[in-house]
């Protein structure tokens, strides 16, 4: 109890909560209890209200006009770079590129960074446990130029073998493409050895975190990784916008992905000369309400002590842990020590799809299905998962709901 | 508990589920055909012996899926053998409408009755495709279709 005590007075769930409107609906007559957190978060008032206040006060497009508008949303736009560059603890605001996704950011590595430098034979490193975002734009690379995928296992607790890592560099790896926070098993990997290790043998490191933005406190030159990707609305801010951190003698070695308006340095009839990074890689009009989103998003997880906010999702982990160990029908997928705030588990004789139906009817939102990890269901020989994700305004009561909904689904199903 | 919930989980599906009809591999099979729902990733295979009046001599499915795709995989499988395809067609059109929530037609009152079982999935519409995917894998199987994807 004292435990609690400590985190409670560091931050306050509950309180937080008030930030979320959508946290006090029900659905079917029941409190909502929402624990799909890794596919999407909630929003708290604080960026729709930032959104929404400078949609009607401070809108046009940016890097264009020279009217009073254009000129305050580019300020805007480009203060939201400073502060996802602040977030990341990167060295210079023209190292972040903002995307429309965490996919988009890996798409964009795959063809600006990878295409040119592939050769067929080559390889790129990458684990079981990735997301499809971080797998198929390198499929993409073997079905087109013949490169190599060299897969590294996770142990059985979904732990990360660093030396597994090192085993897979060889002289013919270009890039290794690993995961910051597993969005099915939690596993939190170790980032910063991945990339001395790599470093070491010459090879860049590109790191998902979509899942590790979230639950870890990132700081890429501490990581030294040369590529990490995030998306906004993991991160309690909007759809359509994430952002590439990439180290700047890397970005500019790079050439366009998209191409369009706003990357361009001059166009003739005959040729193309590009703008310095980050602008050379945002071809197009931006999404420049949902930059600002993004800003207040960040804003407002840095407004906490981001370690409580850790320690308090650790310890509904931990508590969920604890609730679900009395069901022998159930097993946990994912048990590596240090692990993130995410819990997945397939149940005996009941499938992820009619669990869920059932803790949905209770009012508990959770993921089921294979969770866009595909090869790591392989791993795992199951054909999906159920998931409970946990984000910051997640209560210990919540919980609670959640064994109390699966006890019941087990009455039903079982 | 919730009424639509007890009325998706009833007993009849629980143990079609448990126990499903027809399961396993046919010998012989004229017709064969796999299913896969990529939400899920939940596969069904349905093998049919057709013969040469056009009924359905034997049926079997095999797979792995959630209880209302396995339940309805071993329903079917029940109501479809020994029928002409015509007939089948008319009941998986019923069927159709039915795990839709919409007016059912051309049913005779016995296949209504046992097909009722499953009427209980139109109040949960992100689970339509679980029940309709082994009947879409029969169907491509009579069409001579090798795979078919919940639509």
Same mark, same amino acid.
Request: some cysteine; hydrophobic content about 40%.
């Given at each position: ?19 979320? $409107? ?40 940016? =890097?264009?006009? #020279? ?27 023209? $190292? *972040? ?50 490169? #190599? ?19 897979? *560099? ?9 995961? =910051? ?35 870890? *406190? ?14 906004? =609305? ?55 309400? $949902? ?21 308090? $999702? ?43 139906? *059932? ?56 | ?151």
């Amino acid at each position: 109890m004292t435990a609690q005590t400590k985190i409670a007075s560091a931050f306050d769930p509950v309180a937080a909560r008030a930030d979320f $409107e959508i946290l006090s609906k029900t659905v079917y007559g029941k409190p909502l209890v929402y624990l799909d957190n890794g596919a999407s978060a909630q929003k708290p008032r604080q960026v729709l209200d930032a959104m929404r206040d400078f949609a009607s006060s401070e809108y046009a497009n940016v =890097h264009r006009g #020279v009217h009073y508008l254009s000129a305050r949303a580019t300020d805007r736009y480009e203060a939201a770079r400073r502060t996802v560059q602040k977030f990341l603890n990167a060295a210079h605001e023209d $190292e *972040i590129v903002f995307t429309k996704g965490g996919t988009e950011a890996i798409n964009l590595v795959a063809y600006s960074y990878l295409v040119p430098r592939i050769q067929p034979g080559d390889e790129i490193v990458l684990t079981v446990m990735e997301h499809h975002s971080n797998i198929v734009p390198w499929h993409f690379l073997r079905e087109r130029q013949g490169a #190599v995928l060299k897969w590294v296992d996770v142990r059985d607790d979904g732990s990360l073998d660093v030396e597994a890592i090192d085993a897979a *560099i060889g002289p013919k790896t270009k890039l290794v493409a690993v995961t =910051h926070v597993s969005n099915v098993l939690g596993t939190v990997t170790p980032l910063k050895e991945i990339a001395a290790r790599a470093h070491a043998k010459g090879v860049p490191v590109l790191a998902d975190g979509c899942q590790g933005a979230v639950h870890e *406190i990132v700081d890429v030159r501490d990581l030294d990784v040369d590529f990490y990707v995030l998306t906004a =609305h993991k991160l309690y801010g909007p759809t359509g916008i994430g952002a590439l951190y990439c180290k700047r003698a890397l970005l500019k070695s790079m050439r366009p992905f998209n191409g369009g308006g706003e990357m361009i340095r001059e166009v003739t009839r005959d040729i193309v000369t590009y703008a310095d990074p980050p602008a050379r890689f945002e071809a197009g009009t931006p999404p420049i309400i $949902e930059s600002v989103g993004l800003a207040a998003a960040l804003d407002y997880m840095q407004s906490f002590d981001r370690a409580a906010v850790r320690a308090h $999702e650790h310890d509904l982990l931990t508590y969920a842990r604890e609730g679900v160990r009395p069901f022998n029908w159930l097993r946990v997928i994912g048990d590596a020590p240090g692990k993130a705030a995410i819990l997945s588990f397939e149940a005996d004789g009941m499938h992820a799809h009619d669990l869920a139906t *059932i803790l949905d009817r209770e009012g508990v939102a959770v993921r089921a299905g294979h969770h866009c990890a595909q090869p790591l269901m392989e791993r795992f020989g199951v054909a999906s998962t159920t998931r409970a994700s946990f984000a910051l305004y997640n209560t210990r009561a919540e919980v609670d709901a959640l064994i109390a909904a699966l006890a019941k689904a087990r009455k039903i199903l079982g | 508990m919730d009424d639509s919930l007890r009325e998706l989980y009833q007993d009849v599906i629980l143990d079609h589920s448990k126990h499903p009809r027809h399961f396993g591999k046919l010998e012989g099979a004229t017709n064969t055909a796999q299913g896969h729902n990529p939400l899920c990733g939940d596969r069904v295979t349905v093998q049919l012996i057709v013969d040469e009046d056009d009924r359905i001599a034997d049926v079997k499915f095999e797979g792995k899926g959630c209880a209302i795709s396995q339940a309805s995989a071993s329903l079917m499988t029940d109501m479809i053998a020994g029928r002409t395809v015509a007939e089948v067609e008319q009941v998986m059109g019923g069927f159709l409408n039915l795990v839709k929530g919409e007016t059912v037609e051309g049913l005779d009152e016995d296949d209504r009755e046992r097909l009722d079982v499953m009427a209980g999935v139109s109040a949960f519409p992100m689970r339509v495709k679980c029940a309709t995917l082994a009947w879409h894998t029969m169907k491509s199987a009579l069409e001579g279709g090798e795979t078919a994807v919940s639509e």
